[in-house]
């Protein structure tokens, strides 16, 4: 039998009643990992949209090109990383709770934001292997992951592009999602995630 009104199910209140070990932040790691992340994630917009102020051939224009591989393969790595952080250790309840279906809503984005952080930078790698350019990652060259094939990494860079616009607008309305949870909805999402 469910002993606490459904509002109250799930938050640190009837954990707290329930004597289970609670949090109102996220684990230490998760929280340094998002910020590093969102840090590194602009550095990569960056480094390809300035790309285009540099002409063809020009040095700035391929070292912005190689940052832009490099962080971006960071990224890759450290998404593995923070999933495995976050499945250890699982968010803490938004206190007070919100509805069902902007908790569900919540959940889609962020599988969203995981498939970007993971997607993105590996159809990246996808492509350098396909067009049988070196994969540069500070000093080291990885290995390719696909056989040289012009006709694919045209198409892989397509669904690449698509995937950098998307994450444009998934970040800014996940942004746009914590600022209305602190500022409207006066709940703790924000303040759980921040340093
Ligand atoms: C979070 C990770 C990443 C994001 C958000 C991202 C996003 C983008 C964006 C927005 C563009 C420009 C698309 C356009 O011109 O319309 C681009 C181009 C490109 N990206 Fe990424 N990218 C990421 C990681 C990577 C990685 C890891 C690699 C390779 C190792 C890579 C390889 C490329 C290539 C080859 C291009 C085309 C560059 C050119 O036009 O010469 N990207 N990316």
């Not at 590194?40 to 224009?61: H, Q, W």
């Not at 593995?80 to 984005?109: G, S």
């Not at 694919?152 to 397509?158: F, R, S």
Request: hydrophobic content about 50%.
């Amino acid at each position: 039998m469910l002993k606490y009104p459904p509002q109250m199910r799930g938050t640190t209140e009837e954990a707290r009643m329930n004597h289970i070990p609670t949090s109102t932040r996220y684990a230490s790691l998760s929280i340094s990992l998002h910020w590093l992340m969102l840090l590194l994630i602009a550095a990569v917009y960056a480094c390809i949209e300035l790309k285009g102020n540099f002409p063809k051939g020009s040095d700035t224009r391929e070292l912005l090109k190689q940052w832009h591989f490099m962080l971006g393969l960071t990224v890759f790595a450290l998404a593995w990383l923070r999933l495995l952080v976050r499945i250890v250790k699982p968010a803490p309840a938004i206190e007070p709770a919100p509805p069902t279906w902007q908790n569900l809503l919540a959940k889609l984005m962020h599988l969203a934001l995981y498939a970007l952080m993971i997607g993105t930078p590996l159809a990246g790698w996808l492509i350098l292997s396909a067009v049988g350019k070196p994969i540069p990652f500070f000093g080291l060259e990885l290995p390719a992951l696909i056989a040289p094939d012009k006709q694919l990494a045209g198409q892989i860079k397509e669904l690449h592009e698509l995937a950098g616009t998307a994450g444009y607008w998934l970040i800014g309305l996940h942004a746009l999602a914590a600022l209305y949870h602190h500022h409207v909805a006066r709940d703790n999402t924000l303040t759980r995630m921040l340093p």
